[in-house]
Protein backbone atom coordinates (compact mmCIF):
# COMPACT_ATOMS: atom_id res chain seq x y z
CA UNK A 1 0.00 0.00 0.00
CA UNK A 2 0.96 3.17 -1.16
CA UNK A 3 1.67 5.54 2.53
CA UNK A 4 -0.43 9.17 2.58
CA UNK A 5 3.32 10.95 2.67
CA UNK A 6 4.10 8.71 -0.29
CA UNK A 7 1.24 9.70 -1.86
CA UNK A 8 2.02 13.50 -1.95
CA UNK A 9 5.57 13.60 -3.03
CA UNK A 10 4.27 11.07 -6.08
CA UNK A 11 1.29 13.60 -7.25
CA UNK A 12 2.85 16.78 -6.37
CA UNK A 13 5.04 18.59 -9.05
CA UNK A 14 4.76 22.67 -8.32
CA UNK A 15 8.36 24.47 -7.15
CA UNK A 16 10.05 22.98 -4.79
CA UNK A 17 8.26 19.78 -4.20
CA UNK A 18 10.33 16.53 -4.36
CA UNK A 19 8.75 15.49 -7.90
CA UNK A 20 8.22 19.11 -9.32
CA UNK A 21 12.26 19.86 -9.10
CA UNK A 22 13.14 16.06 -10.20
CA UNK A 23 10.54 16.60 -13.41
CA UNK A 24 12.07 20.18 -13.79
CA UNK A 25 15.38 18.09 -14.64
CA UNK A 26 13.66 17.11 -17.59
CA UNK A 27 12.29 18.30 -20.75
CA UNK A 28 8.43 18.64 -21.13
CA UNK A 29 6.20 18.73 -24.30
CA UNK A 30 3.95 21.62 -23.37
CA UNK A 31 2.21 23.23 -26.71
CA UNK A 32 1.54 22.40 -30.29
CA UNK A 33 3.81 24.04 -32.66
CA UNK A 34 0.52 25.67 -34.39
CA UNK A 35 -0.88 27.13 -31.47
CA UNK A 36 1.98 29.78 -31.72
CA UNK A 37 1.87 32.59 -34.50
CA UNK A 38 4.80 35.03 -35.54
CA UNK A 39 3.80 38.37 -33.67
CA UNK A 40 0.62 36.39 -32.70
CA UNK A 41 -1.43 36.52 -29.55
CA UNK A 42 0.34 34.86 -26.66
CA UNK A 43 -0.83 31.80 -25.19
CA UNK A 44 -1.56 31.35 -21.55
CA UNK A 45 -0.79 27.72 -19.88
CA UNK A 46 -0.13 25.66 -17.40
CA UNK A 47 2.79 23.69 -16.59
CA UNK A 48 3.75 21.84 -13.06
CA UNK A 49 1.52 24.43 -11.28
CA UNK A 50 3.45 27.58 -12.74
CA UNK A 51 1.06 29.93 -14.56
CA UNK A 52 2.93 30.82 -18.41
CA UNK A 53 2.62 32.50 -21.33
CA UNK A 54 4.19 31.19 -24.42
CA UNK A 55 4.50 33.53 -27.54
CA UNK A 56 6.43 33.11 -31.49
CA UNK A 57 8.53 36.68 -31.60
CA UNK A 58 8.61 38.22 -35.47
CA UNK A 59 11.95 36.10 -35.75
CA UNK A 60 9.86 32.94 -34.97
CA UNK A 61 11.62 32.27 -31.70
CA UNK A 62 9.11 31.26 -29.03
CA UNK A 63 9.27 32.57 -25.57
CA UNK A 64 8.22 30.92 -22.41
CA UNK A 65 7.64 32.96 -19.37
CA UNK A 66 6.41 33.47 -16.20
CA UNK A 67 3.24 35.44 -16.77
CA UNK A 68 3.95 38.31 -14.39
CA UNK A 69 6.03 41.59 -15.76
CA UNK A 70 8.58 41.60 -13.23
CA UNK A 71 8.33 45.20 -13.10
CA UNK A 72 4.77 45.17 -11.25
CA UNK A 73 3.84 41.89 -12.17
CA UNK A 74 1.16 42.80 -14.58
CA UNK A 75 -0.30 39.89 -17.02
CA UNK A 76 2.13 39.69 -19.66
CA UNK A 77 -0.76 37.90 -21.43
CA UNK A 78 -2.19 40.93 -22.04
CA UNK A 79 1.13 42.08 -23.90
CA UNK A 80 1.44 43.52 -27.24
CA UNK A 81 4.06 40.51 -29.29
CA UNK A 82 5.62 43.03 -30.98
CA UNK A 83 9.08 43.52 -33.33
CA UNK A 84 10.86 40.52 -31.86
CA UNK A 85 9.57 40.84 -27.96
CA UNK A 86 6.38 41.16 -25.61
CA UNK A 87 5.70 44.37 -23.97
CA UNK A 88 3.68 45.15 -20.58
CA UNK A 89 1.06 47.10 -21.79
CA UNK A 90 1.05 48.23 -18.31
CA UNK A 91 4.24 50.57 -18.31
CA UNK A 92 5.98 49.37 -21.75
CA UNK A 93 8.62 47.54 -20.06
CA UNK A 94 9.57 45.06 -22.96
CA UNK A 95 11.01 41.60 -23.08
CA UNK A 96 12.78 38.94 -25.63
CA UNK A 97 12.32 35.53 -25.61
CA UNK A 98 15.42 34.98 -23.20
CA UNK A 99 13.85 37.33 -20.74
CA UNK A 100 16.25 40.05 -21.19
CA UNK A 101 14.44 43.81 -20.28
CA UNK A 102 14.78 45.56 -23.96
CA UNK A 103 12.90 48.57 -23.47
CA UNK A 104 11.54 50.36 -20.07
CA UNK A 105 8.92 52.94 -21.82
CA UNK A 106 8.00 55.03 -18.40
CA UNK A 107 11.97 55.31 -17.48
CA UNK A 108 13.59 58.56 -18.39
CA UNK A 109 16.87 57.10 -20.60
CA UNK A 110 19.61 58.73 -17.62
CA UNK A 111 17.75 56.44 -15.31
CA UNK A 112 17.03 53.53 -17.37
CA UNK A 113 18.25 49.89 -15.82
CA UNK A 114 16.87 47.57 -18.38
CA UNK A 115 20.23 45.15 -17.93
CA UNK A 116 19.28 45.07 -14.20
CA UNK A 117 15.84 43.36 -15.09
CA UNK A 118 15.21 40.01 -16.52
CA UNK A 119 11.93 38.24 -16.80
CA UNK A 120 11.89 34.60 -15.45
CA UNK A 121 12.17 32.77 -18.92
CA UNK A 122 12.60 29.34 -19.71
CA UNK A 123 14.39 27.37 -22.65
CA UNK A 124 12.07 26.10 -25.35
CA UNK A 125 12.48 24.52 -28.42
CA UNK A 126 10.44 23.19 -31.73
CA UNK A 127 11.03 19.26 -32.62
CA UNK A 128 8.37 18.32 -35.56
CA UNK A 129 5.30 20.24 -34.26
CA UNK A 130 5.78 20.45 -30.63
CA UNK A 131 6.90 22.76 -28.57
CA UNK A 132 9.48 21.48 -25.91
CA UNK A 133 10.41 23.46 -22.05
CA UNK A 134 12.75 22.81 -19.77
CA UNK A 135 12.42 23.92 -16.29
CA UNK A 136 15.19 23.39 -14.79
CA UNK A 137 18.70 24.98 -14.30
CA UNK A 138 18.89 27.26 -17.16
CA UNK A 139 22.32 27.37 -17.75
CA UNK A 140 22.85 23.53 -17.64
CA UNK A 141 20.39 22.76 -20.35
CA UNK A 142 20.68 18.94 -21.79
CA UNK A 143 19.51 17.92 -25.33
CA UNK A 144 16.06 17.39 -26.51
CA UNK A 145 15.12 13.11 -25.46
CA UNK A 146 15.37 11.07 -28.74
CA UNK A 147 12.18 8.93 -28.10
CA UNK A 148 11.28 7.25 -31.12
CA UNK A 149 8.13 8.61 -31.98
CA UNK A 150 9.08 12.48 -31.37
CA UNK A 151 11.84 12.15 -34.33
CA UNK A 152 10.02 11.76 -36.86
CA UNK A 153 9.60 14.62 -38.95
CA UNK A 154 6.35 16.61 -38.51
CA UNK A 155 4.52 15.22 -41.63
CA UNK A 156 5.18 11.74 -40.71
CA UNK A 157 3.53 11.75 -37.07
CA UNK A 158 0.41 12.66 -35.60
CA UNK A 159 0.17 14.60 -32.25
CA UNK A 160 -2.92 14.97 -30.28
CA UNK A 161 -3.01 16.77 -27.02
CA UNK A 162 -6.43 16.04 -24.41
CA UNK A 163 -6.75 17.85 -21.23
CA UNK A 164 -7.38 15.23 -18.27
CA UNK A 165 -9.15 16.24 -15.29
CA UNK A 166 -6.90 14.65 -12.59
CA UNK A 167 -3.31 14.25 -11.31
CA UNK A 168 -0.56 12.64 -13.71
CA UNK A 169 0.06 9.88 -11.94
CA UNK A 170 -3.84 8.42 -12.76
CA UNK A 171 -3.20 8.91 -16.31
CA UNK A 172 0.33 7.55 -16.16
CA UNK A 173 -1.05 4.24 -14.26
CA UNK A 174 -3.41 3.34 -16.35
CA UNK A 175 -1.53 3.16 -19.43
CA UNK A 176 1.13 1.04 -17.23
CA UNK A 177 -2.07 -1.39 -16.55
CA UNK A 178 -2.47 -3.73 -19.65
CA UNK A 179 -4.80 -5.85 -18.02
CA UNK A 180 -7.57 -3.33 -18.16
CA UNK A 181 -7.41 -3.65 -22.14
CA UNK A 182 -9.20 -7.36 -21.70
CA UNK A 183 -12.34 -5.37 -19.60
CA UNK A 184 -12.67 -1.71 -19.72
CA UNK A 185 -11.86 -2.12 -23.66
CA UNK A 186 -13.22 -5.70 -24.77
CA UNK A 187 -15.17 -6.52 -22.27
CA UNK A 188 -18.22 -7.43 -24.38
CA UNK A 189 -16.71 -9.72 -26.77
CA UNK A 190 -14.82 -12.75 -27.54
CA UNK A 191 -12.59 -14.61 -29.41
CA UNK A 192 -14.45 -14.78 -32.32
CA UNK A 193 -14.67 -10.79 -32.84
CA UNK A 194 -11.06 -11.09 -34.40
CA UNK A 195 -9.50 -12.54 -36.89
CA UNK A 196 -7.73 -15.36 -37.18
CA UNK A 197 -4.24 -13.24 -37.06
CA UNK A 198 -5.41 -10.66 -34.84
CA UNK A 199 -3.34 -10.64 -31.98
CA UNK A 200 -5.57 -9.11 -29.50
CA UNK A 201 -7.47 -12.51 -29.76
CA UNK A 202 -5.54 -13.62 -27.08
CA UNK A 203 -6.09 -10.92 -24.73
CA UNK A 204 -10.19 -11.70 -24.80
CA UNK A 205 -9.44 -15.61 -24.53
CA UNK A 206 -7.41 -15.00 -21.24
CA UNK A 207 -8.17 -12.01 -19.53
CA UNK A 208 -5.91 -11.98 -16.53
CA UNK A 209 -2.25 -12.30 -17.57
CA UNK A 210 0.63 -13.00 -15.64
CA UNK A 211 3.47 -10.23 -15.35
CA UNK A 212 7.29 -10.04 -15.45
CA UNK A 213 9.26 -6.34 -15.19
CA UNK A 214 12.52 -4.98 -14.61
CA UNK A 215 14.38 -1.69 -13.99
CA UNK A 216 16.08 0.27 -16.51
CA UNK A 217 17.99 2.99 -17.38
CA UNK A 218 14.99 4.95 -18.72
CA UNK A 219 12.63 3.67 -16.60
CA UNK A 220 10.25 0.48 -16.54
CA UNK A 221 9.73 -1.99 -19.19
CA UNK A 222 6.81 -5.06 -18.73
CA UNK A 223 5.60 -7.48 -20.18
CA UNK A 224 2.39 -9.28 -19.99
CA UNK A 225 1.90 -12.77 -20.94
CA UNK A 226 -0.79 -15.07 -22.22
CA UNK A 227 -1.03 -18.69 -23.80
CA UNK A 228 -1.14 -18.64 -27.21
CA UNK A 229 -0.98 -21.63 -29.70
CA UNK A 230 0.63 -24.77 -29.08
CA UNK A 231 4.15 -24.11 -27.52
CA UNK A 232 3.57 -20.15 -28.17
CA UNK A 233 3.50 -17.44 -25.66
CA UNK A 234 1.57 -14.04 -26.07
CA UNK A 235 3.12 -11.03 -25.23
CA UNK A 236 2.37 -7.06 -24.65
CA UNK A 237 5.57 -5.48 -23.73
CA UNK A 238 5.16 -1.80 -22.40
CA UNK A 239 7.68 1.07 -21.19
CA UNK A 240 7.08 3.60 -18.49
CA UNK A 241 10.05 6.15 -19.24
CA UNK A 242 11.34 9.18 -16.95
CA UNK A 243 9.24 11.05 -15.90
CA UNK A 244 6.34 11.24 -17.80
CA UNK A 245 6.32 9.37 -20.73
CA UNK A 246 4.61 5.78 -21.60
CA UNK A 247 4.80 3.30 -24.56
CA UNK A 248 1.45 1.22 -24.27
CA UNK A 249 1.47 -2.12 -26.49
CA UNK A 250 -1.39 -0.79 -28.52
CA UNK A 251 0.07 -2.14 -31.97
CA UNK A 252 2.02 -5.60 -33.30
CA UNK A 253 5.71 -4.04 -31.70
CA UNK A 254 7.34 -3.68 -35.54
CA UNK A 255 4.56 -1.04 -36.55
CA UNK A 256 3.88 0.35 -32.91
CA UNK A 257 6.13 3.56 -33.53
CA UNK A 258 4.13 5.96 -30.91
CA UNK A 259 4.32 7.41 -27.18
CA UNK A 260 2.40 9.34 -24.81
CA UNK A 261 3.36 11.39 -22.36
CA UNK A 262 0.96 12.71 -18.87
CA UNK A 263 2.09 16.24 -18.37
CA UNK A 264 1.58 17.79 -15.04
CA UNK A 265 -0.29 21.13 -15.76
CA UNK A 266 -1.18 21.24 -12.22
CA UNK A 267 -1.85 19.14 -9.60
CA UNK A 268 -5.49 17.93 -10.48
CA UNK A 269 -5.02 18.58 -14.14
CA UNK A 270 -2.36 16.98 -16.97
CA UNK A 271 -2.36 17.40 -20.61
CA UNK A 272 -2.24 13.79 -22.65
CA UNK A 273 0.88 14.45 -25.53
CA UNK A 274 -0.15 11.76 -28.37
CA UNK A 275 2.55 11.22 -30.73
CA UNK A 276 2.01 8.34 -33.22
CA UNK A 277 3.91 7.65 -36.31
CA UNK A 278 1.45 7.22 -39.39
CA UNK A 279 3.39 4.75 -39.88
CA UNK A 280 1.99 2.91 -37.64
CA UNK A 281 -1.66 3.16 -39.04
CA UNK A 282 -0.19 1.08 -41.97
CA UNK A 283 -2.85 -1.69 -41.63
CA UNK A 284 -5.72 1.66 -41.32
CA UNK A 285 -8.58 -0.09 -42.71
CA UNK A 286 -7.87 -3.68 -40.49
CA UNK A 287 -7.91 -1.12 -37.72
CA UNK A 288 -10.93 0.73 -38.85
CA UNK A 289 -12.74 -2.83 -39.55
CA UNK A 290 -11.77 -3.42 -35.65
CA UNK A 291 -13.52 -0.61 -34.22
CA UNK A 292 -16.33 -1.44 -36.60
CA UNK A 293 -16.41 -4.91 -34.97
CA UNK A 294 -15.62 -3.82 -31.56
CA UNK A 295 -18.32 -1.56 -29.77
CA UNK A 296 -16.56 1.50 -28.16
CA UNK A 297 -13.76 0.93 -29.78
CA UNK A 298 -13.76 4.21 -31.86
CA UNK A 299 -10.43 6.55 -31.48
CA UNK A 300 -12.63 9.99 -32.12
CA UNK A 301 -11.66 12.86 -30.18
CA UNK A 302 -14.71 15.57 -30.50
CA UNK A 303 -13.25 18.86 -28.35
CA UNK A 304 -14.39 21.55 -26.93
CA UNK A 305 -13.14 24.83 -28.62
CA UNK A 306 -10.04 26.43 -26.87
CA UNK A 307 -9.96 29.58 -25.11
CA UNK A 308 -7.60 31.65 -23.05
CA UNK A 309 -8.17 30.04 -19.40
CA UNK A 310 -5.37 28.63 -17.34
CA UNK A 311 -7.06 25.66 -18.50
CA UNK A 312 -8.40 26.22 -21.47
CA UNK A 313 -7.22 24.18 -24.21
CA UNK A 314 -7.92 20.74 -25.46
CA UNK A 315 -11.15 19.30 -23.50
CA UNK A 316 -13.39 17.15 -24.96
CA UNK A 317 -16.94 17.47 -25.12
CA UNK A 318 -17.49 14.24 -23.55
CA UNK A 319 -16.91 15.17 -19.73
CA UNK A 320 -17.29 14.43 -16.01
CA UNK A 321 -20.07 17.05 -16.28
CA UNK A 322 -22.13 15.30 -19.11
CA UNK A 323 -21.65 11.73 -17.20
CA UNK A 324 -18.96 11.16 -20.51
CA UNK A 325 -22.18 10.76 -22.46
CA UNK A 326 -22.91 7.24 -21.52
CA UNK A 327 -26.02 5.71 -22.65
CA UNK A 328 -27.03 3.39 -20.56
CA UNK A 329 -28.91 0.89 -23.14
CA UNK A 330 -26.27 0.62 -25.26
CA UNK A 331 -23.93 -0.39 -22.15
CA UNK A 332 -26.69 -2.95 -21.38
CA UNK A 333 -26.84 -4.45 -24.99
CA UNK A 334 -23.77 -4.00 -27.02
CA UNK A 335 -20.73 -2.28 -25.31
CA UNK A 336 -19.13 -3.39 -21.53
CA UNK A 337 -19.22 0.89 -20.95
CA UNK A 338 -22.00 2.62 -23.14
CA UNK A 339 -18.96 5.22 -23.78
CA UNK A 340 -17.90 5.54 -27.08
CA UNK A 341 -13.65 5.91 -27.72
CA UNK A 342 -10.87 4.27 -26.06
CA UNK A 343 -9.12 7.21 -24.27
CA UNK A 344 -13.02 8.20 -23.23
CA UNK A 345 -13.58 5.26 -21.75
CA UNK A 346 -9.83 5.67 -19.81
CA UNK A 347 -10.51 9.50 -19.19
CA UNK A 348 -13.79 8.62 -17.58
CA UNK A 349 -12.06 5.61 -15.36
CA UNK A 350 -8.98 8.13 -14.03
CA UNK A 351 -11.27 10.87 -13.55
CA UNK A 352 -13.62 8.95 -11.74
CA UNK A 353 -10.74 7.79 -9.13
CA UNK A 354 -11.13 12.13 -8.12
CA UNK A 355 -8.82 14.63 -8.93
CA UNK A 356 -5.74 12.94 -6.49
CA UNK A 357 -6.13 9.28 -5.99
CA UNK A 358 -5.81 7.99 -1.91
CA UNK A 359 -3.84 5.40 -3.17
CA UNK A 360 -3.97 4.24 1.21
CA UNK A 361 -7.02 3.09 -0.08
CA UNK A 362 -6.12 0.59 -2.80
CA UNK A 363 -6.15 -3.33 -2.52
CA UNK A 364 -3.57 -3.91 -5.48
CA UNK A 365 -3.32 -7.48 -7.38
CA UNK A 366 -0.61 -9.27 -9.10
CA UNK A 367 -1.89 -7.46 -12.00
CA UNK A 368 -0.67 -3.70 -10.91
CA UNK A 369 3.22 -5.04 -10.62
CA UNK A 370 4.56 -2.73 -13.12
CA UNK A 371 2.39 0.15 -11.27
CA UNK A 372 3.81 -0.72 -7.83
CA UNK A 373 7.39 -0.86 -9.01
CA UNK A 374 7.16 2.25 -11.15
CA UNK A 375 5.93 4.11 -8.01
CA UNK A 376 8.79 2.90 -5.70
CA UNK A 377 11.22 4.11 -8.57
CA UNK A 378 9.56 7.50 -8.59
CA UNK A 379 9.52 7.76 -5.43
CA UNK A 380 13.73 6.69 -5.14
CA UNK A 381 14.42 9.06 -7.59
CA UNK A 382 12.66 12.21 -6.20
CA UNK A 383 14.48 11.28 -2.94
CA UNK A 384 17.58 11.18 -3.87
CA UNK A 385 17.48 14.01 -6.26
CA UNK A 386 16.02 16.15 -2.98
CA UNK A 387 18.94 15.10 -0.77
CA UNK A 388 21.82 14.13 -2.52
CA UNK A 389 21.27 15.85 -6.20
CA UNK A 390 21.53 12.58 -7.44
CA UNK A 391 19.95 12.26 -10.98
CA UNK A 392 18.45 8.79 -12.66
CA UNK A 393 20.92 8.17 -15.71
CA UNK A 394 17.79 9.54 -18.18
CA UNK A 395 18.31 13.02 -17.29
CA UNK A 396 21.44 12.68 -19.05
CA UNK A 397 22.12 10.21 -20.91
CA UNK A 398 20.16 10.45 -23.55
CA UNK A 399 21.41 6.98 -25.23
CA UNK A 400 19.32 5.22 -22.58
CA UNK A 401 16.14 6.17 -24.74
CA UNK A 402 17.56 4.17 -28.05
CA UNK A 403 15.75 1.15 -29.08
CA UNK A 404 12.62 1.38 -26.96
CA UNK A 405 8.84 0.90 -28.53
CA UNK A 406 6.09 -0.82 -27.04
CA UNK A 407 4.21 -3.75 -28.43
CA UNK A 408 2.31 -7.28 -29.16
CA UNK A 409 4.16 -10.06 -30.37
CA UNK A 410 3.83 -13.99 -30.14
CA UNK A 411 7.03 -15.65 -29.42
CA UNK A 412 8.32 -19.36 -28.51
CA UNK A 413 7.03 -20.47 -24.59
CA UNK A 414 10.83 -21.21 -24.02
CA UNK A 415 12.01 -17.70 -25.20
CA UNK A 416 13.53 -15.33 -22.29
CA UNK A 417 10.53 -12.26 -22.42
CA UNK A 418 13.52 -9.56 -23.25
CA UNK A 419 16.22 -11.70 -25.82
CA UNK A 420 12.51 -11.91 -27.61
CA UNK A 421 11.65 -8.42 -27.68
CA UNK A 422 14.70 -6.98 -28.32
CA UNK A 423 15.55 -9.10 -31.00
CA UNK A 424 12.13 -8.17 -33.12
CA UNK A 425 12.36 -4.60 -32.11
CA UNK A 426 16.11 -4.70 -34.24
CA UNK A 427 14.44 -6.73 -36.80
CA UNK A 428 11.76 -3.80 -37.29
CA UNK A 429 13.39 -0.54 -37.77
CA UNK A 430 11.38 2.16 -38.88
CA UNK A 431 13.30 5.15 -39.97
CA UNK A 432 12.07 8.74 -38.43
CA UNK A 433 11.68 10.00 -42.37
CA UNK A 434 10.12 6.91 -44.03
CA UNK A 435 6.95 8.77 -45.95
CA UNK A 436 3.14 7.03 -44.50
CA UNK A 437 2.14 4.97 -47.19
Known sequence: MTRRAENDILTQTGPGTPMGELMRQYWMPALMSSELIADGDPVRFMLMSEKLIAFRDSSGRIG??????????ASLFFGRNEENG??????????????????????????????????????????????WVFMGDQENVPQLPPIEATLAPEDDVTITFIQRDCNWLQGAEGELDTSHLGVLHFGSVGEKSFEEDELNKYVVAERAPDYKAAETDYGFIYGAYR??????????????????????????????????????????HCMIVIIVHKNAERAGAARADLIRRIPGASMRHDYIPNNTDWLGRWRLVPNRGNDYQIDREVQRNESFTGVDGIVLQDQMITESMGAITDRTLEHLAPSDIMITRTRRALLKAALRFRDGGELPASASA??????????HFVAPENDDWLDAYAARVAASPLPASEAAE
Open 86 to 131: IRCVYHGWKFDVDGNCLDQANVPPHQNFKQKVKAKAYKAEERNGLV
Open 398 to 407: IGVYEGVRGG
Open 64 to 73: VMDHRCPHRC
Open 227 to 268: PADAGETYWRVGHFLFPVWTMPPIRSLDRNVMTRAYVPLDDE
